[in-house]
C-alpha cells in the first residue's frame, strides 16, 4: 500500500517530489517489484495538500481494490462476501500533513520537526467508527475479525469419517485454510493474493528443523521416507516439509482416524541411531540508531534523498542474506529488519547485515560526526510458540541491544520452555566476535558444554570474594580443561586456553557462561536421546 501512495506520488512529478523512499531506480514502486515501501512518505508537493491527499489515498484504496479481488478470484467456495469486504475497507489507517515549505537555510529541518510533530498528533487522535461484531467465530490468525468462512464448511461431530476428511481436504483446496482454521477477508487476501507469485513462507517448525536436516546424513532422503508415509489428501498450505522431523507434526498431516500404530512405528524407526531435532528457531529483528539525529543533519531535500537511496540499496541487499542463510524475510524496509532464520546460520545473517548497513551509511554523519549504526535483537523460541510471542521477544532483544552504551548493540534472548528467559548483551562487534568463536569451538567439540554451568556455579562462589582477576582465570581455565578431558578426547588446546584467558579479563563469568549456553544452541549441536 505503501508503495502505491510513493508511485502515485511520483506520477504527479512536478507536483510531488518524493524524499523518502527514494529508491534508486523508479520501476522498483511498480507493485511486482520486491522493494518494500516504509509506511511513512515525506514529499514536497506543490499544489492543494487536500488535494493531493486525497488523490494518494485514493490510488492507496485503488490498489488496495485491486489485490483483494485478485485473492477473490481464487476463492473456491462460498464466503460471506459483505463482511470480508467491510473488513477489507476497514483495513487501512490514512494520516497525512503538510506544512508550508520554502528553500532557504534551516527551512527545510524546521518544516520537517513541524510535520513530525503534527503527524505524531494527528496519529494519536483516531477516528473510531462502530465496531463490527457477530456470533460467528473469529479468526485464527488475528482473533479479532469474525471468520468469512461458512459453518457448514468445517467438518461436524455428526459427520461421518468420509464427510470430515472431504471437508478437510475442501478447506485447503477451497480457501488454504488448514484443518479448523477460521479465516477473515483479511486473512484470504494475504493468504490467496496472487499465489503463483507469491512467495513459499517455511513455517517455524521448518525453520526449528533445518539445522538437523542440514548436519545429519542424508537429509534430504530422511524426508523423502516421511513424505512416503503420508496420505496422499493431506493440507500443503506450505511446499516445505522439514518440520515433519517432529513427530507431532507429522500426526498433523493426518486426517482423524488415518493414522495407525503401524505408521506410527514406521515413522519412529526411521529416527533410529539419530539425535533429536533442536525444536528451536531464530526471530531477528534490527534497527538503526538514531535515524531521527542523523535525518536531523541532512539539511535540504535533496541530502534526505540520498540517505533514503542508501537506506532503500541497504534494504534490497537483505532479501539476498535471507535467502543464502535458508530464512524467511517478513520485512525490510529503510533501516527495519525482520525475518526468521534456523540457529545454525541467524548470526552470520545477523553480522552481513550489521557490517552492509555501516558500508551504506558511512558517508552520512550526524551533527556530532557520527555515522549509523545497526542494533540487532534475537529471539531464539520454541516452534510451537506463537509467533505473536515471539515477535515481542524479538522486540525485547532489540531494545535491550539499543541499551548498549552508544547503541551498535547485539542481544540474544533465549526462551526455554520451562525455564526462565536467558539473555545476553553486548556491543557487537565483541559479543559477535566471542559467539563467532565459541560456535567453532563447540561444532570441534573443542569445548565441552557443560563447563557453562560450572563456571556459574564458580562464578556465584567468587563474588562473595576478594579473589583477584587472576585467580578466577586459573580456576576457570582448569574447569574448562577438566570437563573437556574427562570426555576421554583429546586434551584442550593452548590457543582455547588463550581465548578464554582474554574473555575472562574482559568479561564476568556468569556472563561468559551464559555466552557459551547461547553459543552451543546456535551452533547447530544436537540432544542425544
Not at 217 to 229: C, P, V
Not at 251 to 280: C, G, H, M, V, W
Not at 482 to 506: H, N
Request: glycine fraction near 8%; hydrophobic fraction near 35%.
Amino acid at each position: 500500500m505503501s508503495k502505491a501512495a510513493a508511485r502515485k506520488i511520483g506520477e504527479l512529478s512536478p507536483a510531488g517530489k518524493l524524499i523518502f523512499p527514494y529508491p534508486s531506480k523508479p520501476e522498483a514502486l511498480q507493485p511486482a517489484s520486491g522493494f518494500n515501501a516504509p509506511n511513512k512518505i515525506v514529499a514536497v508537493i506543490d499544489g492543494n495538500p487536500k488535494s493531493i491527499g486525497e488523490i494518494i489515498r485514493d490510488a492507496v484504496k485503488t490498489r488496495l481494490g485491486e489485490l483483494w479481488a485478485d485473492a477473490h478470484s481464487h476463492v473456491k467456495g462460498g464466503i460471506d462476501d459483505t463482511l470480508a469486504q467491510q473488513q477489507i475497507d476497514n483495513l487501512l489507517e490514512f494520516y497525512w500533513v503538510s506544512v508550508p515549505y520554502e528553500e532557504g537555510k534551516d527551512s527545510y529541518s524546521n518544516a520537517r520537526d513541524s510535520a513530525e510533530a503534527m503527524f505524531a498528533a494527528r496519529k494519536v487522535t483516531r477516528d473510531f467508527s462502530q465496531a463490527m461484531g457477530s456470533s460467528v467465530p473469529k479468526s485464527s490468525l488475528d482473533g479479532a475479525r469474525e471468520s468469512v468462512i461458512p459453518k457448514q464448511a468445517y467438518p461436524e461431530r455428526k459427520d461421518t469419517e468420509d464427510v470430515k476428511s472431504k471437508k478437510a481436504g475442501n478447506l485447503y483446496k477451497h480457501y488454504h485454510a488448514r484443518r479448523g482454521e477460521q479465516l477473515s477477508g483479511v486473512d484470504l487476501l494475504k493468504r490467496l493474493g496472487d499465489p503463483e507469485k507469491a512467495p513459499k513462507f517455511k513455517s517455524t517448525s521448518d525453520m526449528a528443523a533445518i539445522p538437523f536436516i542440514a548436519r545429519i546424513e542424508n537429509g534430504q532422503k530422511l524426508l523423502d521416507a516421511i513424505k512416503a508415509l503420508l496420505p496422499d489428501e493431506r493440507d500443503r498450505l506450505d511446499d516445505a516439509d522439514e518440520g515433519l522431523v517432529f513427530e507431532h507434526r507429522f500426526e498433523d498431516a493426518f486426517p482423524s482416524q488415518q493414522l495407525t500404530n503401524e505408521i506410527r512405528e514406521k515413522y519412529k524407526r526411521l529416527f533410529d541411531k539419530l539425535p533429536l531435532p533442536n525444536p528451536y528457531y531464530a526471530l531477528l529483528a534490527a534497527d538503526g540508531d538514531s535515524m531521527g539525529v542523523v535525518i536531523d543533519a541532512q539539511t535540504d531535500p535533496q541530502k534526505h534523498r540520498d540517505l533514503s537511496q542508501a537506506l532503500s540499496d541497504f534494504a534490497s541487499q537483505v532479501p539476498g542474506f535471507v535467502n543464502t542463510c535458508d530464512g524467511v524475510l517478513i520485512y525490510a524496509g529503510g533501516d527495519d529488519v525482520l525475518a526468521y532464520l534456523p540457529l545454525h546460520k541467524v548470526l552470520g545473517f545477523a553480522g552481513q547485515i550489521e557490517e552492509t548497513f555501516k558500508q551504506k551509511m558511512q558517508s552520512f554523519k550526524a551533527k556530532d560526526g557520527g555515522s549509523p549504526t545497526l542494533s540487532v535483537g534475537i529471539a531464539v523460541t520454541h516452534h510451537l510458540e506463537p509467533l505473536a510471542d515471539a515477535l515481542e521477544l524479538a522486540r525485547k532483544a532489540e531494545k535491550e541491544a539499543k541499551s548498549a552504551p552508544g547503541k551498535n548493540g547485539l542481544a540474544i534472548i533465549v526462551s526455554k520452555r520451562g525455564g526462565a528467559d536467558r539473555p545476553i548483551v553486548g556491543k557487537f562487534n565483541l559479543l559477535y566476535e566471542r559467539l563467532d568463536a565459541l560456535m567453532k569451538l563447540f561444532r570441534e567439540d573443542s569445548i565441552s558444554g557443560g563447563a557453562a554451568y560450572e563456571l556459574q556455579e564458580l562464578h556465584r562462589t567468587l563474588s562473595k570474594t576478594n579473589i583477584p582477576v587472576e585467580g578466577k582465570t586459573g580456576e576457570a581455565i582448569r574447569i574448562i580443561a577438566r570437563k573437556r578431558e574427562s570426555g576421554g578426547e583429546r586434551a584442550i588446546q593452548p590457543e582455547v586456553k588463550e581465548a578464554f584467558e582474554r574473555w575472562i579479563k574482559s568479561v564476568e563469568l556468569d556472563e561468559l557462561a551464559r555466552e557459551m549456553i547461547v553459543a552451543k544452541m546456535l551452533a547447530g549441536k544436537q540432544e542425544a536421546k
